[in-house]
């Protein structure tokens, strides 16, 4: 299997910065897509960030221009950068993996093919 870790989480002012981790470990798969979502309370899991095996990446349009995600092969570690936070990115943050063959444009929408799920982090921005 997988294990996802995170960590990072906090609590900021709004237009502070925050930076997650993500520590993946266990079976590596030749294609993969990685991922960013959270889940604020009431609200259903909503993509933020994704990343696939080729080098794509996208974006949810409400965090474009202020997240931004990257992956360090060298320490398996996926991160999200988030600038300019504002009381609505207030939410548990998960990063998960699928070894399914999606690109990062179908994976923010489809967080239900995401097989491995890290605990979650916190992120609370306070205005």
């Known amino acids: 299997g997988v294990q996802l870790a995170e960590s990072g989480g906090g609590s900021v002012q709004a237009g502070e910065s925050l930076k997650l981790s993500c520590v993946v470990s266990?079976?590596?798969?030749?294609?993969?897509?990685l991922g960013w979502f959270r889940q604020a309370p009431g609200k259903e899991r909503e993509g933020v960030a994704a990343?696939?095996?080729?080098?794509?990446?996208n974006y949810a349009d409400s965090v474009k221009g202020r997240f931004t995600i990257s992956l360090d092969n060298d320490k398996n570690t996926l991160y999200l950068q988030m600038d300019r936070l504002k009381p609505d990115d207030t939410a548990m943050y998960y990063c998960?993996?699928?070894?399914?063959?999606?690109?990062?444009?179908?994976?923010?929408?489809?967080?239900?093919?995401?097989?491995?799920w890290g605990q979650g982090t916190q992120v609370t921005v306070s205005s």
């Open positions: 266990g079976y590596t798969y030749n294609t993969w897509c």
């Open positions: 990343i696939d095996s080729d080098g794509s990446i």
């Open positions: 998960a993996k699928t070894p399914l063959r999606m690109t990062a444009f179908q994976a923010l929408s489809a967080p239900m093919d995401f097989a491995y």
